[in-house]
């Protein structure tokens, strides 16, 4: 059918709990350099764990966003705690697994 747009449907339950550059740009349909500038902004609108140049956005956090529930950073406001201890876990679980990755790849 030409002519017609494709309609991207999110299918949250296929999405890993832990989402990368790539997740975010196909969900968001940004080109690869927005969505690179979006993740190295001084304010993401989300929770976005670096370490060196590898990026990670909790599943949960991000769709709590998409679907507007996650609460806009307030300009001057000081860094609050994380808002759960999933939040905590999901990040160290995330660490711990590139440094195994750097561990693996270094023999370290």
């Given at each position: 059918m030409s002519g017609t747009k494709e309609h991207y449907v999110l299918d949250?339950?296929?999405?890993?709990?832990?989402?990368n550059p790539q997740h975010i740009q196909d969900i968001l349909g940004l080109?690869?350099?927005?969505?690179?500038?979006?993740?190295?902004?001084?304010?993401p609108p989300f929770?976005?764990?670096?370490?060196?140049?590898?990026?990670k956005v909790s599943k949960k956090v991000f769709l709590e966003w998409f679907d507007g529930e996650y609460?806009?950073?307030?300009?001057?406001?000081?860094?609050?705690?994380?808002?759960?201890?999933?939040?905590?876990?999901f990040m160290a679980?995330?660490?711990?697994?590139?440094?195994e990755q750097y561990k693996t790849k270094n023999r370290w």
């Open positions: 949250r339950d296929a999405l890993p709990e832990a989402l080109s690869r350099r927005a969505t690179y500038d979006l993740m190295n902004s001084e304010n929770k976005i764990l670096k370490v060196q140049n590898r990026f609460p806009k950073k307030k300009p001057g406001r000081k860094p609050s705690q994380p808002r759960e201890e999933t939040d905590v876990e679980k995330v660490l711990l697994e590139l440094v």
